[in-house]
C-alpha cells in the first residue's frame, strides 16, 4: 500500500482530488438541458478546474460556422468588445482547426505568429485551448487564459481540460438536440396555431380531447358559444355525404372511431340543436401503435363558409356584369334597329339623338370591360404600376379635371400644403383612383353639398382624404366596402348610382399597388364618409428592407445571430397573424409570432425581439397591459396593430408609451416602412457635421474619432456611447438615457458598464476626471459634453462637479 507522505502517495492523492473535481465538474454541466445554461457551466467550470482567469467557449454549427459565444470571467464590456472583435471570426477559424490541445506562454506574441491580431479587451499572457469533439465531427472549442505574467498552464492543466472538453462535447451535442427539438416543437405548434383550418387530436379508446388549435375554439364558439371544445364531443350531430348522420348524444366518440375510418376531403354538416350549423371540409387520419391497435385520431375541419359566401359573391358579381352590359346593348340594339327601319323615316336631329345614344352606351361597356380587366389583373396579381417622382398636386388637378368634364356637379375643397413632398406613384393609376373617389362621394351626396380632398404629411407617406357630407356608411358594411359590387345595394342600381360597381375594389389594388392601403371611416348613416390611402413619398420605397440597428450585447448565446431584426408579433387572430408572419418574412425581418398573449414574456425573455406588434384586443388582457408588461422586462418599440374605430384605444395606448400604430387592412410595405422608422427612432440620433472640440473630432459619417491626429480606437460600445453624449452636445445625458439608448437597459438596472465605459473613454481621450476638458460629470444625474466650436473660435469650458 502507498503511503500518502511518500511522492508515490503524494501523486496519486493529486491525482484522486484532481478525478474528483473533474466528476464533481461532470455532474455540475449535467444539471440542465438548456443549451446556454450547459454552455456557461462548461467554460466556468473549465476555469475553476485549471484555476484559469478567463474562458471563452465558441459552439459551431451545422455547416462548420460560429454558432454561440460565452464567456467566463470577464466584465460585461470585455465581453461586449469580444463579440464585436473585428477579428473574431478569424481567431475563431484558426483554432477550429486545432487537432488536440495548444498551450502558448504569450498569447499575443503566438497570434502575430500565425497571422491573427493578438489585441484583446483583457490582458491575457499564457493561454490554453482545447477543441469539443463528438463522434469525431467539431462541437466547438474552449480557450482559457491567465493575466498575471508568471502564471503558466501545467501538463496536468491540459490533462485535465482534454478529459472535461471531451465529456463536455457528449452534454452539448446532448444540450443542442434538445434545443432543436425544442425550437421544432414551438415551431410547429405555431404553425397549427395559426392554420387557417381547424385541427382536432382526440384519444381514440376515450374519445377525449388532447389538443385543439385557434381555429378549432373559432369553430367551437360559433356551434356552442361560451362552452369548452369537450362540450361540442358529447352533442355533435355530423351529416356525412352520403346522407348518414352521426349523433354523438346518442353515439360515444371512442365507438365512432373504434372503426379507424380515413376520410379524405369530404363536405359534412355539424350540427347542434335546431339552430347552429357548420358546413366544413372533413379530413380524417387514425394513428396506430407498433401493434396496430389505434392511439389517436387526427382530423382537419376547414370552414366552408367563406367559400360558399364567395360562390355567393361570384354568383352576384356575374349576375351584375350581365345586368350592367344587357342595359346599355339594349339601348344600343334599339338605337340601330330604329335607324335601319325604312318604314319610319328620321329627320337629322333625330338620326344624331341615335348616333349619340350609341356612342354613350358603347362608352358605357367600354368602361365597364376595363373596370372587369382591371379587376381580373388585381386578382391574378397582374396589375402592373410604373411609379415616379411625382407632384401630388398635379394628380388632384387632373382628377378634378376629369371629374369635372366627366359630369361632377359638386363643387370641390381642395386643401394642399405648398410644401408637399414627391410621392412615388404611377400617374394615370393614382388619378384613376382619385377619379373613382370623387364620383363615389358624389353619387352618395347631394350635389349642393361639397366634396373635400385634403392630404396628411407623414414621416414616410402621405395620406390622401376624400370627403364627402352624403349618406355615410352603416358599421356592418364597412368591412366589406372594397369587395366587388359590395358597395353597390339595389336601391343604387335603381338610382342609376352604380356605374359599373367595381371601381373601389380597383382602387384598393392599384394602392396597394403602390405599397399603400385605403380605408374608410364613416359615424354611420347620414355622417358623410371618409375614404383615405396612402403613397409612399420619395426616399421610401425602399423602406421595407430593414437596416442594421444598434443592438446592445449581452451574454446570450444568440449574441452572434444578429444579422436580422426580430419582431415580435402578437394577434389572437390566426389569418391575421399568417398575413403578418408573411409580410415581416417579405421585409426582411426575422417573425416571432404567437396568438397566446401568456407566451409573451417567455418569449420576450428567450428571444430578445427589437421591437413589438400587439393587437390592441386580446383575449384575457389588452395589448396596453401587455406593453406596459414587455417594456418593463425590455426596453423596445411598440406598434399597435388596430382595427376602425379603436380610436379611444389608440390614443390610450400613446399616451402609455407607444411608438406607432398601424390600422387593418395594411399592406407588408408600409408595415416594413413603420417598423423601419420606429426602429430609426430609437437609434442613436448622430448629426450630419462631425464633431470638432479642441483636438478631439468624431466624424459621424466616418465612424472615427481623433485625437491631435491619432486615430482613437474605440470599441462599438465606447463609440455609440461618445456618439449619444456628443450628439447631445450643451445638454446633460441622464444615467437612464444612456442606459436605455446605449445599452437598452432600463432604468435602476446595473450602471457599472456605462460607468465602466466613460471611464474607458475618458482614459483614451487623456481626460481628467477632475478637471475634464470633454466629458463632464453632473453628479447623481448623468454626462455632458461641450457644444462644438464654432468655425474659427473655440468656447469657454466651464466644468461642473466631477
Not at 355567393?312 to 344587357?326: G, K, Q, Y
Not at 400617374?427 to 370623387?438: A, F, I
Not at 397566446?596 to 383575449?619: G, K
Request: with cysteine; glycine share 8%; aromatic share 4%.
Amino acid at each position: 500500500m502507498v503511503q500518502e507522505d511518500t511522492p508515490e502517495g503524494l501523486e496519486t492523492q493529486t491525482l484522486r482530488e484532481r478525478l474528483s473535481r473533474l466528476s464533481e465538474a461532470s455532474v455540475r454541466i449535467n444539471e440542465s438541458l438548456d443549451f446556454n445554461v450547459v454552455l456557461q457551466e462548461t467554460i466556468d467550470n473549465a476555469r475553476r478546474l485549471t484555476n484559469a482567469r478567463y474562458g471563452v467557449i465558441a459552439t459551431t454549427d451545422e455547416a462548420g460556422g460560429l454558432d454561440a459565444l460565452l464567456t467566463s470571467g470577464t466584465t460585461d464590456e470585455q465581453h461586449d468588445t469580444l463579440i464585436t472583435l473585428p477579428g473574431g471570426m478569424a481567431i475563431f477559424d484558426h483554432f477550429s482547426t486545432l487537432a488536440g490541445p495548444l498551450r502558448v506562454e504569450d498569447y499575443r506574441e503566438y497570434a502575430e505568429s500565425v497571422g491573427l491580431d493578438g489585441e484583446l479587451p483583457m490582458t491575457v499572457f499564457s493561454g490554453m485551448a482545447a477543441p469539443m469533439r463528438h463522434r469525431d465531427e467539431l462541437v466547438g472549442i474552449i480557450w482559457l487564459g491567465h493575466d498575471q505574467s508568471d502564471q503558466r498552464f501545467s501538463d496536468e492543466d491540459a490533462e485535465t481540460l482534454v478529459m472535461f472538453a471531451s465529456q463536455a462535447a457528449l452534454v452539448i451535442a446532448n444540450a443542442r438536440q434538445h434545443r432543436d427539438v425544442q425550437r421544432a416543437r414551438g415551431d410547429l405548434e405555431t404553425l397549427v396555431n395559426t392554420a387557417p383550418v381547424a385541427v382536432v387530436v382526440v384519444d381514440a379508446t376515450t374519445g377525449a380531447l388532447v389538443s385543439v388549435n385557434q381555429e378549432a375554439k373559432r369553430l367551437v364558439e360559433i356551434l356552442t358559444p361560451g362552452q369548452p371544445p369537450a362540450e361540442l364531443l358529447t352533442a355533435l350531430t355530423v351529416r356525412r355525404a352520403d346522407g348518414r348522420e352521426v349523433s354523438l348524444r346518442d353515439f360515444p366518440l371512442e365507438e365512432a372511431l373504434w372503426r379507424g375510418e380515413t376520410v379524405r376531403g369530404e363536405e359534412v354538416t355539424l350540427t347542434m340543436g335546431e339552430e347552429r350549423s357548420l358546413t366544413a371540409l372533413l379530413n380524417a387520419t387514425p394513428i396506430r401503435a407498433e401493434n396496430g391497435e389505434l392511439e389517436r385520431y387526427v382530423a382537419t375541419v376547414q370552414d366552408m363558409t367563406p367559400l360558399k359566401e364567395l360562390e355567393r359573391l361570384r354568383a352576384e358579381f356575374l349576375a351584375m356584369v350581365s345586368h350592367e352590359l344587357r342595359a346599355p346593348l339594349t339601348s344600343v340594339k334599339g338605337s340601330i334597329a330604329t335607324l335601319l327601319n325604312p318604314s319610319s323615316p328620321l329627320n337629322p336631329g333625330e338620326i344624331v339623338q341615335f348616333h349619340r345614344i350609341i356612342d354613350s352606351q358603347t362608352d358605357q361597356m367600354r368602361e365597364l370591360i376595363a373596370d372587369l380587366l382591371d379587376v381580373a389583373r388585381i386578382d391574378t396579381g397582374t396589375l402592373s404600376v410604373a411609379p415616379e417622382p411625382t407632384d401630388l398636386a398635379t394628380l388632384v388637378g387632373e382628377a378634378r379635371e376629369a371629374f369635372q368634364s366627366g359630369g361632377g356637379q359638386h363643387t370641390l375643397l381642395v386643401d394642399l400644403d405648398p410644401e408637399l413632398p414627391l410621392v412615388m406613384a404611377d400617374r394615370l393609376r393614382m388619378v384613376q383612383v382619385l377619379n373613382n373617389l370623387l364620383f363615389n362621394a358624389a353619387r352618395h351626396s347631394q350635389e349642393t353639398s361639397p366634396i373635400r380632398v385634403f392630404v396628411e404629411r407623414g414621416e414616410i407617406q402621405v395620406t390622401v382624404t376624400v370627403a364627402d357630407e352624403g349618406s355615410g356608411v352603416p358599421a356592418d358594411r364597412m368591412s366589406s366596402l372594397f369587395r366587388k359590387f359590395s358597395g353597390i345595394t339595389a336601391e343604387d342600381r335603381d338610382r342609376d348610382f352604380a356605374r359599373t360597381g367595381l371601381g373601389l375594389a380597383i382602387c384598393k389594388g392599384i394602392v396597394e399597388a403602390h405599397g399603400g392601403r385605403i380605408w374608410a371611416e364613416s359615424d354611420g348613416p347620414g355622417t358623410g364618409a371618409r375614404f383615405s390611402f396612402t403613397i409612399p413619398t420619395v426616399g421610401t420605397v425602399e423602406a421595407s428592407s430593414p437596416a442594421q440597428v444598434a443592438q446592445p450585447a449581452t451574454h446570450s448565446a444568440r449574441a452572434q445571430e444578429q444579422e436580422r431584426v426580430r419582431v415580435l408579433a402578437v394577434d389572437d387572430d390566426p389569418e391575421a397573424l399568417r398575413y403578418i408572419r408573411a409580410a415581416l418574412t417579405q421585409s426582411g425581418y426575422e417573425p416571432i409570432v404567437t396568438t397566446e398573449p401568456q407566451d409573451v414574456l417567455a418569449l420576450v425573455q428567450d428571444e430578445r425581439p427589437h421591437l413589438a406588434l400587439l393587437d390592441l384586443r386580446l383575449p384575457g388582457t389588452d395589448g396596453i397591459e401587455l406593453m406596459a408588461e414587455i417594456t418593463a422586462m425590455v426596453d423596445v418599440p411598440v406598434i399597435f396593430i388596430s382595427a376602425y374605430g379603436q380610436d379611444e384605444l389608440i390614443a390610450r395606448a400613446f399616451e402609455e408609451g407607444a411608438e406607432d400604430y398601424v390600422v387593418k387592412p395594411f399592406s407588408a410595405t408600409e408595415l416594413g416602412a413603420r417598423i423601419k422608422a420606429a426602429l430609426r427612432r430609437r437609434a442613436v440620433s448622430e448629426p450630419a457635421e462631425p464633431y470638432v472640440m479642441g483636438d478631439l473630432v468624431i466624424d459621424f459619417n466616418e465612424r472615427r474619432v481623433v485625437l491631435a491626429g491619432e486615430l482613437v480606437p474605440l470599441t462599438p460600445i465606447e463609440y455609440r456611447t461618445l456618439v449619444e453624449l456628443s450628439a447631445n452636445a450643451g445638454r446633460v445625458v441622464s444615467h437612464e438615457q444612456l442606459l436605455r439608448r446605449v445599452w437598452g437597459l432600463q432604468a435602476g438596472d446595473d450602471v457599472r458598464p456605462m460607468r465602466t465605459a466613460i471611464n474607458s473613454i475618458r482614459r483614451k481621450l487623456g481626460d481628467d476626471a477632475a478637471n475634464p476638458t470633454y466629458i463632464f460629470t453632473e453628479a447623481r444625474v448623468g454626462y455632458r459634453m461641450g457644444r462644438p466650436e464654432p468655425r474659427g473660435g473655440s468656447e469657454e469650458r466651464t466644468p461642473s462637479t466631477p
